[in-house]
C-alpha cells in the first residue's frame, strides 16, 4: 500500500461533494418548479420532473462514492451503472411483472420483490462483464448507482402517472416526487448495493459464481422488497392510515441500512486486506 493510500484510511474520505449535489439539485427543481408556475409553460414538465426524481438518487450514488476508499472504479462506470440499472430495470419490469402479477397484496410484493431485485442487477452485470468483478466494495457501490439508477426512472413514472390522474395537479406531482426522493436510499439503491456486493465477493475476477451465499442474498433483498411493499397492509389494521406506510417502511428501512452496514463494513475490511502494501 503507498503512502497515498494509508493517508487515504487514516483521514477517512472527503465529504462535501454529496451535500453539493443535493443543494444543486434541489435549487434547481425548485427553480424550475416556480419558472414553469410563472410561465405555464408546459414544455418545462419534463425537466422539472426529471430534475425532483434525480436528487435524491444522484445525491445518495455521490455519497457512497466519496467513501469509496481504495476502489478503482471510475466515475464514469457508475454512471453507465446507474444508467443500465435504471433502464434495464425499468424495462425488465414492465415486461415481466404484468405476467406475474394481476392485484398487488401481501403476496404479491413478494413476486414484485423477486422481479424488480432481479431487474436491477442486470444494469450490474451488464458493466462488470468484461471487467475485474472480485472486489465486494466495488459491487456495493455499483448495485448502489445500478439500484438508484432504477428508483429515480421509476419515481418518474410514479410522479408523471400522478399527474395525470389528479387532472394535472402540480402538488401531487411534487408530493409524489419528493415521497419517493425521501424513501428511495433506504430501498432499491441498498438493496442492489447488498445483493452486487455479496456476488463481487463470492465471484472470482473474470468469472461470477452464483452460490448459496449469492441465492441467499437474492432472497434477503426479495424479502425486504416485499415487506416494504406488503407490510403497510398489514399494519393498516392496528393503525391508522398513513401511520402504516410509515411505521412499515421504517422498520424494513432500518433493517436494510443495518445490513448494508454490515456489508460495507466487510467490504472495508477486505480492500484493506486485498491491497499490497
Known amino acids: ?64 462514492y466519496e467513501r469509496r476508499h481504495l476502489s478503482r472504479l471510475t466515475p464514469l462506470t457508475i454512471i453507465l451503472s446507474f444508467f443500465y440499472g435504471g433502464v434495464l430495470g425499468v424495462f425488465a419490469s414492465a415486461l415481466l411483472e404484468p ?24 444494469g450490474v452485470l451488464m458493466i462488470a462483464r468484461h471487467r475485474r468483478h472480485d472486489a465486494e466494495l466495488d459491487g456495493l457501490i455499483l448495485g448502489a448507482a445500478a439500484g438508484m439508477g432504477f428508483a429515480s426512472m421509476e419515481s418518474s413514472g410514479y410522479a408523471f402517472v400522478a399527474f395525470l390522474g389528479s387532472g394535472g395537479n402540480l402538488s ?53 422488497h ?17 401511520l402504516d406506510v410509515f411505521i412499515g417502511q421504517a422498520i424494513v428501512g432500518a433493517v436494510s441500512l443495518f445490513i448494508l452496514w454490515r456489508r460495507w463494513s466487510e467490504a472495508r475490511r477486505l480492500q484493506m486486506k486485498q491491497t499490497p502494501v
Open 99 to 122: 405476467i406475474f402479477i394481476g392485484h398487488l397484496d401481501f403476496l404479491t410484493a413478494f413476486v414484485v420483490g423477486l422481479i424488480e431485485e432481479f431487474a436491477k442487477i442486470l
Open 172 to 224: 401531487l406531482m411534487v408530493g409524489v416526487t419528493l415521497l419517493r426522493g425521501i424513501l428511495s436510499p433506504i430501498g432499491h439503491g441498498t438493496w442492489t448495493a447488498i445483493l452486487a456486493s455479496v456476488l463481487f465477493r463470492e465471484s472470482a475476477a473474470r468469472r461470477f459464481r452464483i452460490n448459496g451465499k449469492v441465492v441467499g442474498a437474492y432472497l434477503t433483498v426479495v424479502i425486504l
Open 1 to 64: 500500500m503507498t503512502d497515498e493510500e494509508q493517508a487515504l484510511l487514516a483521514r477517512g474520505p472527503a465529504i462535501g461533494l454529496w451535500w453539493r449535489v443535493l443543494m444543486t439539485g434541489l435549487i434547481a427543481f425548485s427553480t424550475g418548479m416556480m419558472v414553469m408556475v410563472l410561465t405555464e409553460n408546459p414544455i418545462l414538465f419534463p425537466t422539472v420532473l426529471m430534475l425532483g426524481s434525480f436528487a435524491v438518487p444522484v445525491t445518495y450514488v455521490a455519497f457512497i
Open 226 to 242: 416485499g415487506l416494504w411493499d406488503g407490510l403497510p397492509g398489514v399494519v393498516s389494521v392496528i393503525l391508522s392510515p398513513g
